[in-house]
């Protein structure tokens, strides 16, 4: 019972950190509302190191994530013609004053899984490695894109997830 | 202006999605950017509204903000 309220608050308290770091990673990329490859970002930045040991179990560098998102928008570019180099766009960072948190669909999706995810896992605190085992779950975006930027196979991401999970 | 040959096909749609995704960024940096210059030459709020084809109120509510906070940090 009490154990159950514990993991509820750190919960709370890890959900709280989740998304005030996906806004802060959204912002820095000049972007108003976090999407889904923000909460990535934040989750490779949560205390527990999880997300980043999801990465580290399948050879990839975390650390790559932020690039790889950029390298995807270049080669859309250029899918179109245009030299994502050649011309002056990089994101300046923007400040955000809004007193409410609202999130691009992407985002509210990965929350939505995050809880839906929680439901059947509710004996284990919420963890960086739930978030990108849901962001691996996502066929399409800038996430899967990212991801295949960095040559990493999304099942293979889900799969070594679900075992920082089991082993956490 | 790319070449119209040289859109992907539509036999590719996530190709051309994912173009789509990047083509959006780049013109909300550029418009940012633009604004920002702009309202720094001494344009006024209506004449960057007019330029950009919206209301002055959706100008100044989408910019205000980022704008002024920037002036002031400076």
């Known amino acids: 019972m009490f154990k159950r309220i514990r993991l509820r608050l750190r919960d709370m308290k890890t959900v709280s950190q989740l998304i005030s770091g996906a806004d802060q990673q959204a912002n820095i990329l000049g972007e108003e509302e976090p999407a889904a490859e923000h909460f990535v970002l934040s989750a490779l930045n949560l205390s527990d190191g999880t997300a980043k040991r999801v990465f580290d179990r399948i050879g990839a560098n975390p650390d790559n994530f932020l690039s790889a998102i950029k390298q995807q928008y270049t080669d859309a570019l250029s899918s179109v013609g245009i030299n994502h180099d050649a011309i002056e766009t990089d994101p300046e960072p923007i400040e955000n004053s809004k007193l409410f948190h609202n999130s691009k669909p992407s985002g509210q999706a990965v929350m939505k899984s995050l809880y839906v995810s929680k439901q059947g896992d509710k004996d284990r605190p919420l963890l960086g490695a739930h978030v990108v085992a849901v962001a691996a779950d996502m066929e399409f975006g800038i996430v899967a894109r990212a991801l295949k930027a960095m040559g990493i196979d999304r099942s293979q991401l889900a799969k070594a997830a679900r075992d920082e999970l089991d082993s956490a | ?74």
């Open chain 2, 1 to 74: 202006m790319p070449n119209k040959n040289s859109l992907p096909s539509s036999d590719n749609p996530e190709e051309a999605l994912a173009a789509v995704v990047a083509l959006r960024a780049m013109a909300e940096q550029l418009e940012r950017k633009a604004v920002k210059s702009a309202i720094t030459q001494g344009w006024s709020w209506s004449q960057v509204a007019e330029a950009l084809g919206v209301t002055k109120q959706a100008a100044h509510k989408r910019h205000a903000t980022s704008i002024k906070k920037q002036k002031t940090t400076q």
